[in-house]
């Protein structure tokens, strides 16, 4: 079984950076799609972006173009989420998922993400 681990999230003030990892364990890296993922309180889960798992295709939400980058280390069977000029509006839940099948496309969709984390808070004052 896969274990997904989120951490990073945090406290930053309206422009700031936030880098988040995600840890994946109990199989090889490689072998997963990864998607991010974020709710806010009261909203619905939305796409952020996620990165196929050949590594050569990537796709990001439009409120997060240009600020956000997804990337992985597959040698440290991590994922990152590098989040700058980040506003209020980008607060929330933010979830790893991955995925052996998994189809990154511009829909940002979840099927075929079968393990999720726990996720990591973002907080962004203004």
């Known amino acids: 079984q896969l274990q997904v681990v989120e951490s990073g999230g945090g406290l930053v003030q309206s422009g700031g950076s936030l880098r988040l990892s995600c840890v994946v364990s109990?199989?090889?890296?490689?072998?997963?799609?990864i998607g991010w993922f974020r709710q806010a309180p009261g909203k619905e889960r939305e796409g952020v972006s996620c990165?196929?798992?050949?590594?050569?295709?990537?796709h990001y939400a439009d409120s997060v173009k240009g600020r956000f980058t997804i990337s992985s280390d597959d040698a440290k069977s991590t994922a990152y989420l590098q989040m700058n000029s980040l506003k209020p509006n980008d607060a929330g839940q933010y979830y790893c998922?991955?995925?052996?099948?998994?189809?990154?496309?511009?829909?940002?969709?979840?099927?075929?993400?079968?393990?999720w984390g726990k996720g990591t808070l973002v907080t962004v004052s203004s």
């Open positions: 990165i196929s798992r050949s590594r050569d295709i990537s």
């Open positions: 109990g199989d090889t890296l490689t072998h997963y799609a």
């Open positions: 998922a991955a995925g052996g099948y998994y189809y990154c496309s511009e829909l940002l969709w979840t099927d075929g993400l079968h393990y």
